[in-house]
């Protein structure tokens, strides 16, 4: 048999092999026992002496070829496997990815963290209230005597006959509880559920949400209010924001004041602003001496100030939310809209 | 309420003040201004017209052809069917292309076979009274051509101060007071006003008495010789400008005397009242009085009454009886100019749900002082209007009262510390001054005097006065400062935390949404649910009936929000953090006992054969498991439960969780997880196409955080090789899983670790009542590697095990 005839026919039978299983077949037949290179070993000791030198090294060049040639094969189909790979055939980069669901956190609870966050930045305590309050804590204490108009136009839900208990109306009732129970000096932000008794539409609501403020100290002033909002704003826009205290009267506080933010959704003027550029914030003032005397703190020592940020009203102004029944409705297609 | 600049002007020059400016001013010192609007724009579009001549329509009895000068050059021929069109007369002329009232526009026109070109226009058709029995006659001389408001001096801007900013300012309800504050603002003086009582005759006086301390002060002014007289129309543009109908003259001088100062006030027919005169008293039981809207009101002890022979003829301070109502003709008049008190006025109009200028007046606490001013303001006015009245008798003014007026001491050092702004004594003095308070050096600090008409509620106190000092300086020229103090960090709030990672948790890796819900839970819901009988708090006044009970815990509401969700997504995944109230646990304070609840629903379609890892049960518990276990209860034990804690769930698919067992210990129910009773699927409306495979947790806040949360402690990491390997097991439905993964804990000796159920199966060919339950675990020893060997052992010690339980092997 001619070596050489051999060695090319396996050549060109290693390169036609079409892929690695194919190749490795080929490799066993090739360099097995019973294939080329076993037949021509196993016929080495049955030569004569003098040919098994040569027949030896024939067959080891048969071997080195042969294991060559399949080298080169495996190296080639790899390549061609991964210009395949690298062809991308079939991509489609429109086609869009499998939707991955997740959760949400309610924008009340969004917007809550950004003020905490600001707030305990500046060493204020987070605290906590009852939505079913004492009428003491709601109204009394806060200098709202039983025959105050103000408890007209803050349309209570109350409780019991006697008006002793009440679903407290803003979140003001938490500064007394605060203060009956803090030294001075403190600061403070509570955040949490209000009710009004009003039937509900688009821009009304009998439960929202609120966050008031409390900071009592020596010689806090209309300045330190000031500055604070100013702070806070920056903290929830991400920049300066100009604001104007106008008269406002609240009976907890005095001065008492309308704090008006510049308008953050134009320069000109829009819905939002009524084009007014301002838009009216939050009701603050000092706190009222009699308050602080109603929680035992010594009005001619401390003094502080107040304010009751409207939380709902934020989410919906920064989200421009068009109906303020969302907030509680539940409905997913409302909640889903906001991060985790 | 609504201030006219025109009226304003009658007490402090406003030359040169533009609206939006006097707007503004006024919003940033003292009341918010919500719209300035111009008055009657319409009167300045109509032109003052000189009828030139008038001649009878040829086809037409009661029509008049005139020629009309409206200063243009040609005189308009205008057809009119007035009667008292006459030449000579000015009048107001809409020209063609004019849009009037009611969005009516004058055209071109032919009538009954004459050109008209435009309209003289009626009082109605101007609308500024029902007056349409004749064309408007303007008064006086008016320039030909020019537009009519600005000719006979009603044009006039009407600036719209929100009521609620003047609650606790009663000087605000009439114009001179909110001209005090213009003045102070511009600086411009505030124009005397003469109110001394006019020259009184000698009779005497109608008798009052005053039964009453919630009438203060009571002055009658007896008035003769009053006529017929139309109100003149600078009075009428004003009270039209400020949204007042004109009627009459008495009436619209009383409303004017009440738009001016702020005093309302009212007018008899002397001649209907009692010989006896007037008495102020409470209203008797059952007493009942025809108030002048025409409506009979019941009346209480509490209501106060003028009466005259015994029976009731105004509802003090609120409003008129329809039986001493002034008709025309009325000669003889009795003026009331009065104080009653705020509470008993405001009980009574909000219990009769009769809200008048009035009553909304007395209610903000007016100054006594007040009456007297308004009695000689009123008399005043008449008396130019109709030289002829005159006042006969003596003034009547009872009752008992004093002048507020007060003086408060004022440190300038605590306003500067209170306002942070460095203001001067005497730019302190100037400020208050402006706005009538007196003001003198004293004790090296200040005294001030207050006005009686701020006195009665506004200012008591010398935080009162900082006020004053700081809103008239203007709160925005006060620098901005920085809160100084010490740096200590607040104190840990655990609760907080737990409630915020729960948030995290669950919206994060859970994939849950967060909701908010209401805390009123409905009537219905509870019946629904078995939860009728339980004690609630519940409001008085609800929105609506049946939604007046306080929620006692959370889940509830996310119940109703089932369906509604489920017609939208075919998945369900809500958590809400929110309060409930315990009225039985009530403190001795009466605050009920508040709960901080997590409740959690997983509501899914339902599938036909789920595996047991699908089922919204087995996925809820996964959450829960997976929620306690970075909230560091690793321990959390379902264990089922016999007495189920809510009526509403699954009478057998349901477990609680446990937290704290070990041992001995039993440990803490802190919740539980559930699946509805499938009883509820159809009330919830998720039944039919909407049919669901629902499941409800429970997780008290307030037990976890009574719990000892575990902490991490470092486990060193193994050193020798674990190897994984998968058993099956048979067994009968009541052999507890927990039962055979004891068996496989036993059998490892301690090397079994990570065991997880994969599989659960259930076949014709395992028989019936049984099941096969696949597990992954890992054979590891920290001391030596584990061999082929030892988990042969491992798997015969565990057929043994397995075998007293009933249990097998699977191959």
Same mark, same amino acid.
């Given at each position: 048999?001619?070596?050489?005839?051999?060695?090319?026919?396996?050549?060109?039978?290693?390169?036609?092999?079409?892929?690695?299983?194919?190749?490795?077949?080929?490799?066993?037949?090739?360099?097995?026992?019973?294939?080329?290179?076993?037949?021509?070993?196993?016929?080495?000791?049955?030569?004569?002496?003098?040919?098994?030198?040569?027949?030896?090294?024939?067959?080891?060049?048969?071997?080195?070829?042969?294991?060559?040639?399949?080298?080169?094969?495996?190296?080639?189909?790899?390549?061609?496997?991964?210009?395949?790979?690298?062809?991308?055939?079939?991509?489609?980069?429109?086609?869009?990815?499998?939707?991955?669901?997740?959760?949400?956190?309610?924008?009340?609870?969004?917007?809550?963290?950004?003020?905490?966050?600001?707030?305990?930045?500046?060493?204020?305590?987070?605290?906590?209230?009852?939505?079913?309050?004492?009428?003491?804590?709601?109204?009394?204490?806060?200098?709202?005597?039983?025959?105050?108009?103000?408890?007209?136009?803050?349309?209570?839900?109350?409780?019991?006959?006697?008006?002793?208990?009440?679903?407290?109306?803003?979140?003001?009732?938490?500064?007394?509880?605060?203060?009956?129970?803090?030294?001075?000096?403190?600061?403070?932000?509570?955040?949490?559920?209000?009710?009004?008794?009003?039937?509900?539409?688009?821009?009304?609501?009998?439960?929202?949400?609120?966050?008031?403020?409390?900071?009592?100290?020596?010689?806090?002033?209309?300045?330190?209010?000031?500055?604070?909002?100013?702070? &806070?704003?920056?903290?929830?826009? @991400?920049? /300066?924001?100009?604001?104007? +205290?106008?008269? !406002?009267?609240?009976? #907890?506080? $005095?001065?008492?004041?309308?704090?008006?933010?510049?308008?953050?959704?134009?320069?000109?003027?829009?819905?939002?602003?009524?084009?007014?550029?301002?838009?009216?914030?939050?009701?603050?003032?000092?706190?009222?001496?009699?308050?602080?005397?109603?929680?035992?703190?010594?009005?001619?020592?401390?003094?502080?100030?107040?304010?009751?940020?409207?939380?709902?009203? &934020?989410?919906?102004?920064?989200? @421009?939310? /068009?109906?303020?029944?969302? +907030?509680?409705? !539940?409905?997913?297609? #409302?909640? $889903?809209?906001?991060?985790? | 309420?609504?201030?006219?600049?025109?009226?304003?002007?009658?007490?402090?020059?406003?030359?040169?003040?533009?609206?939006?400016?006097?707007?503004?001013?006024?919003?940033?010192?003292?009341?918010?201004?919500?719209?300035?609007?111009?008055?009657?724009?319409?009167?300045?579009?109509?032109?003052?017209?000189?009828?030139?001549?008038?001649?009878?329509?040829?086809?037409?009895?009661?029509?008049?052809?005139?020629?009309?000068?409206?200063?243009?050059?040609?005189?308009?021929?205008?057809?009119?069917?007035?009667?008292?069109?006459?030449?000579?007369?000015?009048?107001?002329?809409?020209?063609?292309?004019?849009?009037?009232?009611?969005?009516?526009?004058?055209?071109?026109?032919?009538?009954?076979?004459?050109?008209?070109?435009?309209?003289?226009?009626?009082?109605?058709?101007?609308?500024?009274?029902?007056?349409?029995?004749?064309?408007?006659?303007?008064?006086?001389?008016?320039?030909?051509?020019?537009?009519?408001?600005?000719?006979?001096?009603?044009?006039?801007?009407?600036?719209?101060?929100?009521?609620?900013?003047?609650?606790?300012?009663?000087?605000?309800?009439?114009?001179?007071?909110?001209?005090?504050?213009?003045?102070?603002?511009?600086?411009?003086?505030?124009?005397?006003?003469?109110?001394?009582?006019?020259?009184?005759?000698?009779?005497?006086?109608?008798?009052?008495?005053?039964?009453?301390?919630?009438?203060?002060?009571?002055?009658?002014?007896?008035?003769?010789?009053?006529?017929?007289?139309?109100?003149?129309?600078?009075?009428?543009?004003?009270?039209?400008?400020?949204?007042?109908?004109?009627?009459?003259?008495?009436?619209?001088?009383?409303?004017?005397?009440?738009?001016?100062?702020?005093?309302?006030?009212?007018?008899?027919?002397?001649?209907?009242?009692?010989?006896?005169?007037?008495?102020?008293?409470?209203?008797?039981?059952?007493?009942?009085?025809?108030?002048?809207?025409?409506?009979?009101?019941?009346?209480?002890?509490?209501?106060?009454?003028?009466?005259?022979?015994?029976?009731?003829?105004?509802?003090?301070?609120?409003?008129?009886?329809?039986?001493?109502?002034?008709?025309?003709?009325?000669?003889?008049?009795?003026?009331?100019?009065?104080?009653?008190?705020?509470?008993?006025?405001?009980?009574?109009?909000?219990?009769?749900?009769?809200?008048?200028?009035?009553?909304?007046?007395?209610?903000?606490?007016?100054?006594?002082?007040?009456?007297?001013?308004?009695?000689?303001?009123?008399?005043?006015?008449?008396?130019?209007?109709?030289?002829?009245?005159?006042?006969?008798?003596?003034?009547?003014?009872?009752?008992?009262?004093?002048?507020?007026?007060?003086?408060?001491?004022?440190?300038?050092?605590?306003?500067?510390?209170?306002?942070?702004?460095?203001?001067?004594?005497?730019?302190?003095?100037?400020?208050?001054?402006?706005?009538?308070?007196?003001?003198?050096?004293?004790?090296?600090?200040?005294?001030?005097?207050?006005?009686?008409?701020?006195?009665?509620?506004?200012?008591?106190?010398?935080?009162?006065?900082?006020?004053?000092?700081?809103?008239?300086?203007?709160?925005?020229?006060?620098?901005?400062?920085?809160?100084?103090?010490?740096?200590?960090?607040?104190?840990?709030?655990?609760?907080?935390?737990?409630?915020?990672?729960?948030?995290?948790?669950?919206?994060?890796?859970?994939?849950?949404?967060?909701?908010?819900?209401?805390?009123?839970?409905?009537?219905?819901?509870?019946?629904?649910?078995?939860?009728?009988?339980?004690?609630?708090?519940?409001?008085?006044?609800?929105?609506?009936?049946?939604?007046?009970?306080?929620?006692?815990?959370?889940?509830?509401?996310?119940?109703?929000?089932?369906?509604?969700?489920?017609?939208?997504?075919?998945?369900?995944?809500?958590?809400?953090?929110?309060?409930?109230?315990?009225?039985?646990?009530?403190?001795?304070?009466?605050?009920?006992?508040?709960?901080?609840?997590?409740?959690?629903?997983?509501?899914?379609?339902?599938?036909?054969?789920?595996?047991?890892?699908?089922?919204?049960?087995?996925?809820?518990?996964?959450?829960?498991?997976?929620?306690?276990?970075?909230?560091?209860?690793?321990?959390?034990?379902?264990?089922?439960?016999?007495?189920?804690?809510?009526?509403?769930?699954?009478?057998?698919?349901?477990?609680?969780?446990?937290?704290?067992?070990?041992?001995?210990?039993?440990?803490?129910?802190?919740?539980?997880?559930?699946?509805?009773?499938?009883?509820?699927?159809?009330?919830?409306?998720?039944?039919?196409?909407?049919?669901?495979?629902?499941?409800?947790?429970?997780?008290?806040?307030?037990?976890?955080?009574?719990?000892?949360?575990?902490?991490?402690?470092?486990?060193?990491?193994?050193?020798?090789?674990?190897?994984?390997?998968?058993?099956?097991?048979?067994?009968?439905?009541?052999?507890?899983?927990?039962?055979?993964?004891?068996?496989?804990?036993?059998?490892?000796?301690?090397?079994?670790?990570?065991?997880?159920?994969?599989?659960?199966?259930?076949?014709?060919?395992?028989?019936?009542?049984?099941?096969?339950?696949?597990?992954?675990?890992?054979?590891?020893?920290?001391?030596?590697?584990?061999?082929?060997?030892?988990?042969?052992?491992?798997?015969?010690?565990?057929?043994?095990?397995?075998?007293?339980?009933?249990?097998?092997?699977?191959?």
């Amino acid at each position: 048999m001619d070596n050489q005839a051999n060695l090319e026919t396996a050549q060109a039978r290693i390169a036609e092999a079409p892929d690695p299983a194919a190749l490795a077949a080929l490799e066993r037949e090739l360099l097995g026992k019973d294939g080329l290179l076993g037949q021509q070993l196993s016929a080495i000791p049955s030569l004569p002496p003098a040919e098994r030198g040569p027949a030896g090294r024939a067959a080891n060049e048969l071997k080195t070829a042969l294991t060559a040639g399949l080298q080169a094969r495996a190296t080639e189909l790899a390549q061609a496997d991964l210009a395949r790979d690298r062809a991308g055939v079939g991509f489609d980069a429109t086609l869009p990815p499998p939707q991955v669901e997740r959760g949400s956190l309610h924008p009340i609870t969004h917007v809550t963290r950004k003020l905490v966050e600001v707030f305990t930045s500046m060493g204020y305590h987070i605290l906590d209230g009852p939505e079913v309050e004492l009428d003491w804590y709601n109204f009394e204490a806060l200098n709202i005597s039983a025959d105050h108009p103000a408890r007209d136009s803050q349309d209570t839900f109350y409780c019991d006959e006697k008006g002793s208990l009440v679903l407290r109306t803003h979140t003001s009732p938490v500064q007394v509880r605060a203060m009956e129970r803090l030294t001075p000096p403190f600061r403070l932000v509570c955040p949490g559920k209000v009710f009004r008794q009003e039937s509900t539409d688009a821009t009304h609501e009998h439960t929202f949400h609120q966050m008031e403020g409390l900071v009592v100290g020596k010689d806090i002033s209309v300045g330190h209010l000031v500055g604070t909002m100013k702070t &806070l704003l920056r903290g929830i826009f @991400g920049r /300066d924001i100009d604001v104007r +205290l106008r008269p !406002g009267h609240f009976p #907890f506080v $005095e001065p008492g004041f309308e704090l008006d933010a510049r308008c953050v959704f134009c320069s000109d003027g829009c819905r939002v602003c009524k084009g007014t550029r301002w838009i009216e914030l939050l009701p603050c003032g000092l706190v009222h001496p009699k308050v602080l005397q109603a929680a035992g703190i010594d009005p001619d020592e401390w003094s502080g100030f107040a304010f009751g940020l409207g939380l709902s009203r &934020l989410v919906m102004l920064s989200h @421009g939310i /068009d109906d303020v029944r969302h +907030l509680l409705g !539940g409905d997913l297609r #409302f909640l $889903e809209q906001f991060s985790c | 309420m609504l201030i006219s600049m025109r009226w304003l002007g009658r007490h402090v020059d406003l030359t040169g003040i533009d609206p939006e400016q006097l707007a503004l001013d006024l919003t940033l010192s003292t009341a918010e201004v919500e719209g300035v609007e111009r008055f009657a724009p319409y009167l300045s579009d109509v032109v003052v017209g000189h009828v030139t001549e008038r001649i009878k329509h040829p086809d037409a009895d009661k029509l008049g052809i005139c020629q009309v000068d409206v200063g243009t050059g040609e005189p308009l021929q205008i057809v009119c069917g007035a009667p008292n069109v006459a030449a000579g007369q000015r009048v107001a002329v809409a020209t063609v292309g004019t849009v009037l009232p009611g969005d009516f526009k004058i055209k071109k026109s032919k009538i009954r076979g004459v050109p008209s070109v435009g309209m003289i226009c009626s009082e109605r058709e101007l609308g500024l009274s029902d007056e349409h029995d004749g064309i408007w006659v303007l008064p006086g001389e008016p320039t030909v051509g020019a537009p009519v408001a600005e000719a006979i001096g009603i044009d006039d801007w009407v600036l719209e101060i929100d009521n609620k900013s003047l609650t606790h300012r009663p000087d605000l309800w009439g114009h001179r007071g909110i001209a005090r504050e213009v003045a102070a603002i511009l600086q411009r003086p505030l124009l005397p006003l003469e109110t001394s009582m006019p020259e009184l005759g000698s009779e005497d006086p109608v008798s009052v008495r005053v039964e009453s301390p919630a009438c203060s002060r009571y002055i009658g002014l007896s008035i003769d010789g009053v006529g017929q007289g139309k109100t003149p129309d600078w009075m009428r543009a004003l009270l039209l400008a400020t949204d007042q109908r004109p009627i009459d003259l008495l009436v619209d001088l009383s409303n004017f005397v009440m738009g001016d100062l702020g005093q309302p006030n009212h007018t008899f027919d002397r001649d209907q009242l009692s010989s006896e005169g007037i008495v102020v008293r409470e209203a008797r039981d059952g007493e009942t009085l025809v108030t002048l809207d025409e409506v009979q009101r019941n009346l209480q002890p509490s209501d106060l009454l003028i009466c005259s022979g015994g029976e009731g003829v105004a509802l003090a301070g609120i409003m008129g009886g329809e039986n001493s109502k002034v008709k025309e003709g009325t000669a003889r008049l009795l003026l009331e100019v009065a104080c009653f008190e705020p509470v008993p006025v405001r009980r009574t109009s909000s219990r009769l749900g009769l809200r008048t200028d009035s009553s909304a007046r007395f209610e903000k606490h007016l100054d006594p002082t007040l009456p007297l001013q308004a009695a000689g303001h009123f008399a005043r006015l008449l008396r130019e209007l109709q030289p002829d009245v005159s006042f006969p008798a003596q003034l009547v003014d009872v009752g008992d009262w004093s002048d507020p007026a007060c003086e408060i001491p004022l440190n300038p050092d605590q306003v500067r510390r209170s306002l942070g702004a460095d203001i001067s004594d005497e730019v302190m003095t100037t400020l208050l001054t402006s706005i009538d308070f007196g003001v003198q050096s004293q004790d090296g600090g200040l005294m001030v005097r207050v006005p009686s008409n701020r006195a009665t509620k506004d200012i008591g106190i010398e935080m009162d006065l900082v006020e004053e000092i700081g809103r008239l300086y203007r709160y925005g020229n006060i620098p901005e400062q920085h809160l100084v103090g010490a740096l200590v960090p607040p104190p840990v709030d655990h609760r907080r935390e737990l409630t915020e990672s729960c948030r995290d948790l669950l919206a994060g890796g859970a994939r849950f949404h967060e909701t908010m819900s209401y805390s009123f839970q409905s009537d219905s819901l509870h019946q629904m649910l078995g939860l009728d009988g339980d004690p609630y708090v519940s409001v008085i006044n609800p929105v609506a009936e049946g939604s007046a009970r306080i929620r006692r815990t959370v889940l509830p509401s996310l119940l109703t929000l089932l369906e509604p969700n489920r017609r939208q997504r075919e998945e369900v995944r809500l958590f809400e953090i929110g309060k409930g109230y315990r009225p039985e646990e009530a403190n001795d304070r009466g605050e009920p006992k508040e709960v901080h609840e997590l409740g959690l629903v997983l509501c899914q379609s339902k599938s036909d054969n789920p595996s047991f890892e699908q089922g919204a049960l087995a996925r809820l518990m996964a959450v829960v498991k997976d929620l306690l276990g970075a909230l560091q209860f690793p321990d959390l034990q379902f264990v089922p439960c016999e007495e189920p804690s809510v009526p509403w769930v699954h009478p057998v698919r349901r477990v609680e969780l446990v937290v704290g067992a070990s041992g001995k210990q039993a440990g803490t129910t802190i919740g539980f997880v559930a699946e509805l009773d499938p009883g509820l699927a159809g009330p919830l409306g998720i039944d039919g196409e909407l049919a669901s495979d629902t499941a409800a947790a429970c997780v008290s806040l307030d037990l976890l955080l009574e719990q000892e949360p575990s902490g991490t402690s470092f486990v060193p990491l193994p050193r020798y090789p674990g190897f994984k390997i998968d058993v099956a097991i048979v067994a009968p439905d009541e052999v507890p899983a927990r039962d055979l993964a004891h068996a496989i804990e036993k059998a490892g000796k301690g090397n079994a670790r990570d065991l997880v159920v994969f599989d659960l199966f259930r076949g014709e060919q395992l028989g019936a009542d049984r099941r096969s339950l696949a597990y992954h675990l890992v054979l590891q020893n920290d001391k030596k590697t584990l061999t082929d060997k030892d988990a042969q052992s491992f798997l015969r010690r565990l057929e043994r095990g397995l075998g007293e339980l009933g249990a097998e092997l699977r191959s």
